[in-house]
């Protein structure tokens, strides 16, 4: 199991913050808020259609992100905005497109061996199943990573992409749709790496694989998953159960959103309470926590991969940047919430309210938290002593990040805002 490490990561979504040159500031406005990776989504220049993840050129840059006026070559223009992330403290992650390019790159014309063809002329599109629907993504053209009969020279093509984006100034790579290659192509692209740039961290995007799968995946030596915390709704048991079936394999990131779902402040129709819920819970739940750019505004527009542009900044009155800082600061101070810890739902009397319980392997901390799942009507706790949650005898501190209590009561008794929550912690006895 990884060691706790602070993983709080912002996705500067590229086509709303636009040029590398206009990026300081958004930057510095992450790390103020105390996230120490920067995720942006592919930088390489796409094909016909325009989409980011439709690359065409894994070794040339998007127009989109040069200022024209710069006299600097674009790469680097990039390198620049890279240390200027360094010099804020900040780490840098992209994405590593390996199951698809651009239908139309030029890579189907000088290796038509690495591809999947449906018949001679009709390159296979990768699809998925949206609410029983297939979508075939056109765009797209599928390697052939498993059959191909040149396997080396198509891992040696994603293994100079990977030290061409070291090499420049990136140290992480989520991996799109990790899932649809082979263990295989993970387990020695990942080995290979980390024997030069032992420092490089990989992630596995595995969203909607059943848990099975995603432990299969991630055991090729993912350094992070992300789980689906984002659709729990407080009450299922599902989520547990995902979470006890791969925190032992790779820790988790979780979301409240992310580039590819709505907007969480469009789905709660601006709630703000539901915003800080969210977020709070994201941030605790599993080892790292993400947010896209804008979040912290209570942005309502959809992210899109083709037709965003820094055109659809948003002026929406919000601010939640010093909540997510109190929040951030909570994770990064406390073992607990930066491992996968064994955690558990109790039971309570009131069905309005989750009482979570976590405790660290790493260390004797021990967390609660005590959340109001009703982001519009205040709930009511009443309990005889907080200790029947908790297995530690030490005094029990609050460190919530609004309205924190100078000492828990017994019998304690509280009414809970909003989608408020208590975050308390307390440490076991050591004998």
Same mark, same amino acid.
């Given at each position: 199991?990884?060691?706790?490490?602070?993983?709080?990561?912002?996705?500067?979504?590229?086509?709303?913050?636009?040029?590398?040159?206009?990026?300081?500031?958004?930057?510095?406005? +992450?790390?103020?808020?105390?996230?120490?990776?920067?995720?942006?989504?592919?930088?390489?220049?796409?094909?016909?259609?325009?989409?980011?993840?439709?690359?065409?050129?894994?070794?040339?840059?998007?127009?989109?992100?040069?200022?024209?006026?710069?006299?600097?070559?674009?790469?680097?223009?990039?390198?620049?905005?890279?240390?200027?992330?360094?010099?804020?403290?900040?780490?840098?992650?992209?994405?590593?497109?390996?199951?698809?390019?651009?239908?139309?790159?030029?890579?189907?014309?000088?290796?038509?061996?690495?591809?999947?063809?449906?018949?001679?002329?009709?390159?296979?599109?990768?699809?998925?199943?949206?609410?029983? /629907?297939?979508?075939?993504?056109?765009?797209?053209?599928?390697?052939?990573?498993?059959?191909?009969?040149?396997?080396?020279?198509?891992?040696?093509?994603?293994?100079?992409?990977?030290?061409?984006?070291?090499?420049?100034?990136?140290?992480?790579?989520?991996?799109?749709?990790?899932?649809?290659?082979?263990?295989?192509?993970?387990?020695?692209?990942?080995?290979?790496?980390?024997?030069?740039?032992?420092? +490089?961290?990989?992630?596995?995007?595995?969203?909607?694989?059943?848990?099975?799968?995603?432990?299969?995946?991630?055991?090729?030596?993912?350094?992070?998953?992300?789980?689906?915390?984002?659709?729990?709704?407080?009450?299922?048991?599902?989520?547990?159960?995902?979470?006890?079936?791969?925190?032992?394999?790779?820790?988790?990131?979780?979301?409240?959103?992310?580039?590819?779902?709505? /907007?969480?402040?469009?789905?709660?129709?601006?709630?703000?309470?539901?915003?800080?819920?969210?977020?709070?819970?994201?941030?605790?739940?599993?080892?790292?926590?993400?947010?896209?750019?804008?979040?912290?505004?209570?942005?309502?527009?959809?992210?899109?991969?083709?037709?965003?542009?820094?055109?659809?900044?948003?002026?929406?009155? &919000?601010?939640?940047?010093?909540?997510?800082?109190?929040?951030?600061?909570?994770?990064?101070?406390?073992?607990?919430?930066?491992?996968?810890?064994?955690?558990?739902?109790?039971?309570?009397?009131?069905?309005? &309210?989750? &009482?979570?319980?976590?405790?660290?392997?790493?260390?004797?901390?021990?967390?609660?938290?005590?959340?109001?799942?009703?982001?519009?009507?205040?709930?009511?706790?009443?309990?005889?002593?907080?200790?029947?949650?908790?297995?530690?005898?030490?005094?029990?501190?609050?460190?919530?990040?609004?309205?924190?209590?100078?000492?828990?009561?017994?019998?304690?008794?509280?009414?809970?805002?909003?989608?408020?929550?208590?975050?308390?912690?307390?440490?076991?006895?050591?004998?």
């Amino acid at each position: 199991m990884r060691p706790p490490e602070k993983t709080l990561i912002y996705n500067l979504f590229p086509l709303l913050a636009g040029r590398f040159n206009d990026w300081k500031r958004h930057l510095e406005r +992450a790390a103020e808020m105390g996230f120490n990776w920067i995720f942006v989504n592919p930088l390489q220049r796409p094909g016909a259609s325009g989409s980011l993840y439709s690359v065409a050129d894994y070794f040339s840059l998007n127009p989109a992100f040069i200022d024209p006026a710069d006299k600097r070559p674009p790469e680097e223009q990039l390198k620049a905005m890279l240390k200027t992330a360094r010099g804020t403290g900040l780490r840098m992650m992209t994405d590593l497109v390996a199951n698809h390019c651009a239908a139309d790159s030029e890579l189907l014309k000088t290796h038509p061996e690495w591809f999947l063809w449906k018949s001679k002329g009709r390159v296979e599109h990768p699809f998925a199943f949206e609410d029983g /629907r297939k979508v075939v993504w056109k765009d797209l053209a599928k390697f052939n990573h498993a059959k191909t009969k040149d396997p080396e020279g198509l891992f040696a093509y994603f293994k100079s992409v990977v030290e061409d984006q070291i090499k420049t100034g990136f140290e992480g790579f989520r991996c799109d749709a990790a899932y649809q290659l082979p263990n295989a192509f993970w387990q020695r692209l990942i080995r290979e790496t980390k024997k030069r740039r032992p420092e +490089a961290l990989f992630f596995a995007e595995t969203l909607g694989c059943p848990p099975d799968q995603t432990r299969k995946t991630a055991s090729a030596g993912f350094d992070y998953i992300f789980n689906s915390s984002k659709w729990w709704d407080f009450r299922g048991h599902w989520l547990l159960e995902q979470y006890v079936l791969t925190r032992e394999i790779a820790p988790s990131i979780s979301f409240p959103e992310s580039h590819d779902t709505p /907007r969480l402040s469009e789905e709660l129709g601006g709630n703000l309470d539901g915003l800080k819920q969210h977020y709070l819970f994201s941030a605790l739940f599993s080892t790292g926590v993400m947010v896209p750019i804008g979040f912290e505004f209570g942005f309502r527009k959809s992210l899109h991969v083709v037709r965003t542009t820094p055109r659809d900044w948003e002026e929406t009155g &919000v601010d939640l940047r010093d909540f997510i800082k109190r929040v951030n600061d909570i994770k990064a101070a406390h073992a607990v919430f930066q491992e996968e810890s064994p955690t558990a739902t109790l039971p309570y009397d009131n069905p309005n &309210v989750l &009482v979570m319980w976590k405790a660290s392997v790493a260390t004797q901390e021990e967390a609660l938290l005590i959340l109001n799942k009703d982001i519009q009507n205040k709930q009511h706790i009443c309990v005889e002593s907080i200790q029947r949650f908790l297995q530690a005898g030490a005094p029990t501190v609050d460190i919530s990040p609004e309205y924190r209590l100078d000492y828990i009561p017994a019998p304690f008794r509280y009414d809970l805002r909003p989608g408020q929550g208590i975050v308390l912690i307390t440490k076991r006895d050591i004998y």
